[in-house]
């Protein structure tokens, strides 16, 4: 055996030392890194659109997604506000609204504290029933009643109230026929459509001559990507939104929407907007 001297062998001593803490923080790295990718949620990759700086135009109305189910639309002189939610701060920047277009009841659509805020003396609500009766005085002032079939005419835009409603057993809960409304808009023969909550009920396949379509598609609480792309191509919009797509886990996948339609029928264009500027 060969001599060695101490300080040889506090030397080897040290490199062991050192070598088994690089060991050791390593394998604490890897099980680290291991227990966060089984913590992960498994979730789908759903490519989201930039966020947008600018409204998105059409050749006759200018479209500014606030979130989820609420917008602003300008059709030339007249600005219509869309489920106005989120407070008044999430509408600075916009033009005062002519008119306000309320689908349903519930607090994605609903919020009477955003509807005084920015509703002004001369703003027209347009409402189902069911909504109206959850307004104060002083807004329900302000409303037109309108339910399923009913129409009307304002600023020279002539509204036509549309069902929307749950047609899967286990989401009849969520939307009753008749309680709430989709709308479609007309003006100088074009056809703009807002579907509301709703899935492919008979009511929306069987549309014809809408320039522009806005199409709901969240679970459980609307309709899947799959029968909302089924429905558009049954009513062959020109142009379709998706908006209304964030359901209990998370975005739906509007890339995916996006192929179906296109790989249907490709003279239907998908415009893809930032409807969660948040998240």
Request: glycine share 4%.
């Amino acid at each position: 055996m060969p001599f060695i001297v101490p300080w040889e062998k506090r030397d080897i001593m040290q490199r062991i030392f050192l070598l088994t803490l690089t060991v050791l923080f390593f394998t604490a790295c890897n099980n680290s890194e291991k227990k966060k990718t089984e913590e992960a949620p498994m979730t789908a990759e759903v490519e989201q659109p930039e966020t947008m700086d600018e409204p998105a135009s059409e050749d006759f109305i200018d479209i500014t997604p606030i979130e989820h189910a609420t917008m602003v639309l300008q059709w030339d002189d007249t600005v219509l506000y869309v489920d106005p939610v989120g407070g008044a701060e999430a509408f600075e920047g916009q033009p005062e609204p002519d008119m306000i277009l309320m689908t349903d009841i519930h607090g994605d659509h609903l919020n009477i504290e955003t509807i005084q805020a920015v509703a002004t003396e001369n703003t027209i609500v347009i409402a189902p029933q069911a909504v109206n009766e959850k307004l104060p005085k002083a807004l329900q002032d302000k409303v037109q009643v309108m339910n399923n079939g009913e129409s009307a005419i304002h600023s020279d835009i002539a509204i036509e109230a549309m069902p929307m409603y749950n047609l899967r057993e286990e989401a009849l809960k969520f939307h009753a026929k008749g309680r709430g409304n989709g709308y479609i808009l007309e003006k100088d023969d074009k056809r703009v459509y807002i579907s509301g909550d709703t899935e492919d009920i008979p009511e929306m396949r069987n549309l014809s001559n809408i320039d522009i379509a806005f199409v709901c598609m969240n679970l459980p609480y609307t309709m899947p990507v799959d029968k909302a792309a089924e429905a558009v191509l049954a009513f062959k919009p020109n142009v379709v939104y998706p908006y209304h797509f964030r359901g209990t886990e998370g975005l739906s996948d509007v890339s995916k929407f996006k192929d179906l339609v296109n790989k249907g029928d490709a003279s239907i264009t998908v415009t893809q907007l930032d409807w969660y500027p948040n998240q």
